[in-house]
């Protein structure tokens, strides 16, 4: 999404890990009139999938899960992180590993709200190790529901879980795929076919 | 708004408390479609008011701003939760006490994204006892910004919130406000206006 890139270029800064911080338009600032840009732009990638159900996870996956829902016109989902891994049984709970804070943490969604016969379409604002999505795969399949895909503002294509998830058979669409980025600047993928 | 309160109704389970849960459209499960609703009429509320910014606090004030900023054409930005009190000289930080889990916490945003002279409509899911917009009033004050009013979704009337903000001169617009909750019902303020 040629819109997303030039944004990222614009306002995105490259930190130490490397982090790409785009707090100014995505995940702390959220710049809403281009967020539903952003969830056409999802929606319309998934508009064949059948997806009942939208899933993310709290908080930055929110806005945009929400303006992906809009568009398609279905409910989302929002897995909350838990406190404790001592949850009630009216509840799914998945681990996710959390790279950037080194630690795991829990997370649930209430049983009423997935089912079996849901298709699901997970979205998030990143893809990099692919964990989160991992968990919304065990969150899904503990449900008996039917993942159809992730859709993704930014992958970080340098960083292994689109790829493995795109091998374990996952249809994965991301809005913008950052192949490397540096102190010289963003390298995004087939930017120039 | 005759639509929130017939959802809510319709939806809606009253737990003790009183607490009112609707995870089935608002605050863990979302109505995409009845969000954008909810952030159209809260925009047309504030449409006069100038507002340049939207301010919530995450999680569940997310999709709602999300909302009204798309349809006032506006950025949003979300407090976030922090883990510690101990936060750097870049960030604007207030505590907030949570009655539903009897801490405080901390939440922050970025002062690059908070300015004098910003015009600033705080939106949220819930009004009870109004923590959550006094520490949003305080960061808008550290930052030497205006507020111009909170829109929220549901107001508990038969809490102290409201009433104390009004009192204070602030502008509150509830798109539904609930005087009365028990195992008999739901009484809405002005339902029979």
């Known amino acids: 999404m040629k819109a997303l890139e030039d944004k990222i270029r614009a306002e995105g800064k490259i930190l130490p890990g490397p982090v790409l911080k785009v707090s100014s338009f995505l ?6 009139d281009f967020m539903m840009e952003i969830g056409r732009e999802l929606a319309a990638r998934f508009q064949d999938a059948g ?25 989302v989902l929002f897995a909350k992180k838990h406190r404790t891994s001592n949850v009630s049984g009216m509840l799914y709970q998945t681990l996710v590993h959390s790279y950037t804070h080194g630690t795991d943490y829990t997370v649930v969604v209430e049983r009423d709200y997935l089912k ?13 190790n692919g964990k ?55 390298v995004f993928r087939n930017e120039n076919v």
């Open 116 to 128: 079996a016969g849901d298709r699901v379409l997970m979205i998030d604002d990143f893809l990099a």
């Open 51 to 75: 997806a009942t159900k939208i899933l993310t996870i709290e908080s930055s996956g929110i806005a945009v899960a929400t303006a992906v829902g809009a568009a398609l016109h279905i409910p």
């Open 27 to 32: 995940n702390h600032q959220i710049d809403a």
């Open 132 to 186: 989160a999505v991992e968990g919304l795969l065990d969150l899904i399949a503990q449900a008996g529901a039917e993942a159809v895909g992730a859709g993704i503002v930014i992958e970080k294509g340098f960083q292994e879980g689109g790829a493995l998830l795109r091998a374990a058979g996952l249809r994965v669409e991301s809005l913008a795929v950052i192949d490397s980025m540096d102190e010289n600047g963003i």
